[in-house]
């Protein structure tokens, strides 16, 4: 089992900018990618962001150019840094980490709202 543990989200202004975290433990030598999906209200759950443990990244289209996503060298944390923030980037944030196989783990989520 991995446990994932997400901190950083709230309340930003359009053009703002947030930095989520996830931490990950218990059987992390499982974890080959950690990453992000969203889910906005009436919408389906959706992927922002994933790292692999090699380092490869690889972005949603609506997210390119603005978000990054970063991790440690010991796959245990997972950042995804969040900038010129837009109002239908609102959704609750979920960290993921995958195993080889495409099993995942999920976080409890954050919430990340964009709004004036």
């Known amino acids: 089992q991995v446990r994932l543990v997400e901190s950083g989200g709230g309340l930003v202004r359009p053009g703002g900018s947030l930095r989520l975290s996830c931490t990950a433990s218990?059987?992390?030598?499982?974890?080959?990618?950690m990453g992000w999906y969203r889910q906005a209200p009436g919408k389906e759950r959706e992927l922002v962001a994933i790292?692999?443990?090699?380092?490869?990244?690889n972005y949603a289209d609506s997210v390119k150019g603005r978000f990054t996503i970063s991790g440690t060298g010991a796959k245990t944390t997972v950042f995804l840094q969040m900038n010129s923030l837009k109002p239908e980037d609102t959704a609750v944030y979920y960290c993921?980490?995958?195993?080889?196989?495409?099993?995942?783990?999920w976080g409890q989520g954050t919430q990340v709202t964009v709004s004036s």
């Open positions: 218990g059987r992390i030598f499982e974890i080959n990618n």
């Open positions: 993921i980490a995958q195993r080889v196989g495409g099993y995942r783990w």
């Open positions: 790292r692999t443990n090699a380092g490869s990244t």
